[in-house]
């Protein structure tokens, strides 16, 4: 199993070392691929917007071939959603290389799910909060895989319930924002920067294991691009979930200010008679 492990990891890095080359010849020969999702979204210090956009690049042939099968969105969420609990099921067996590709798999249709929609005319609020809902399911369970993992070793699983709180932390913050019509700062580790870093993680502990743990301190490997990958999240999504709820609190505050010149306007007539009289001599 062990070797199955590390082959599993060696393949997805061949994979993703042959999609880097495809896409350069791509770049050098016709330039970057654009996406308005991409320019939408962003990219950031932790993912770059050209990482996104060769990622997107990659996927835009697995859409339009789901599209031609029929395959519906709602089909990719529920999918994601069933490698998201298989990988959570290997990770807490330390099998990091086959829940690195089933966290992979998690991820890919999470971004081809809205974009087969996009394809096929499909959006809608009632699908968009299903893919949230499953994106935070899918996320919990890696977490929740790796922190059964290191049920031997505290520290390890402090850190990664650190990672889930940010993680969970940034994603209201989201959806606080929306529903008071702000604009929030984009952050450095939202849901993509989160899923790349943590697959990679789990992708690289295989290949790392063998040469910095043949002398272990505990029963089980610690397996160290986990564990820094886990830091990264922690940190940077709980510093990210901070920056975005002071700038809720700032807009929400200054929107309360601009309001209340307007609020004596709004008094009717009974209001105003019965007013305090010191309140009547500041309106006046």
């Known amino acids: 199993m062990k070797n199955s492990n590390l082959i599993s990891s060696l393949i997805m890095v061949a994979v993703l070392a042959l999609l880097c080359t495809v896409y350069l010849v791509r770049v050098l020969a016709k330039g970057r691929a654009r996406f308005d999702r991409v320019n939408?979204?962003?990219?950031?210090?932790?993912?770059?917007?050209?990482?996104?956009?060769?990622?997107?690049?990659?996927?835009?042939?697995?859409?339009?071939?789901?599209?031609?099968?029929?395959?519906?969105?709602?089909?990719?969420?529920?999918?994601?959603?069933?490698?998201?609990?298989?990988?959570?099921?290997?990770?807490?067996?330390?099998?990091?290389?086959?829940?690195?590709?089933f966290t992979a798999g998690a991820g890919f249709l999470d971004a081809l799910d809205g974009m087969v929609a996009r394809l096929t005319g499909t959006q809608g609020r009632g699908g968009e909060i299903l893919d949230s809902a499953i994106d935070r399911c899918v996320e919990f369970f890696f977490i929740g895989g790796v922190v059964l993992y290191y049920r031997d070793i505290p520290?390890?699983?402090?850190?990664?319930?650190?990672?889930?709180?940010?993680?969970?932390?940034?994603?209201?913050?989201?959806?606080?924002?929306?529903?008071?019509?702000?604009?929030?700062?984009?952050?450095?580790?939202?849901?993509?920067?989160?899923?790349?870093?943590?697959?990679?993680?789990?992708?690289?502990?295989?290949?790392?294991?063998?040469?910095?743990?043949?002398?272990?301190?505990?029963?089980?490997?610690?397996?160290?691009?986990?564990?820094?990958?886990?830091?990264?999240?922690?940190?940077?999504?709980?510093?990210?979930?901070?920056?975005?709820?002071?700038?809720?609190?700032?807009?929400?505050?200054?929107?309360?200010?601009?309001?209340?010149p307007n609020l004596r306007s709004l008094a009717t007539p009974a209001e105003t008679v019965f007013a305090p009289k010191s309140e009547k001599t500041k309106s006046a």
């Open 155 to 260: 520290p390890v699983q402090i850190i990664a319930l650190l990672a889930l709180l940010g993680s969970f932390l940034v994603s209201y913050s989201t959806a606080k924002a929306e529903a008071f019509h702000i604009e929030v700062p984009r952050g450095t580790m939202r849901r993509p920067e989160r899923a790349v870093y943590l697959t990679l993680g789990a992708l690289l502990s295989p290949i790392t294991i063998p040469w910095l743990e043949s002398e272990r301190l505990f029963a089980r490997p610690i397996a160290h691009p986990m564990v820094i990958a886990l830091i990264i999240v922690a940190i940077f999504a709980n510093l990210s979930a901070i920056e975005r709820f002071k700038a809720i609190a700032q807009a929400l505050r200054a929107r309360q200010v601009g309001l209340q």
């Open 40 to 101: 939408r979204q962003g990219g950031s210090v932790f993912l770059s917007k050209k990482l996104m956009e060769m990622g997107y690049w990659a996927l835009e042939p697995l859409g339009r071939l789901f599209v031609f099968f029929r395959i519906s969105a709602n089909m990719l969420t529920w999918s994601a959603l069933a490698l998201g609990f298989l990988s959570a099921a290997c990770l807490a067996a330390g099998h990091f290389g086959f829940g690195a590709a």
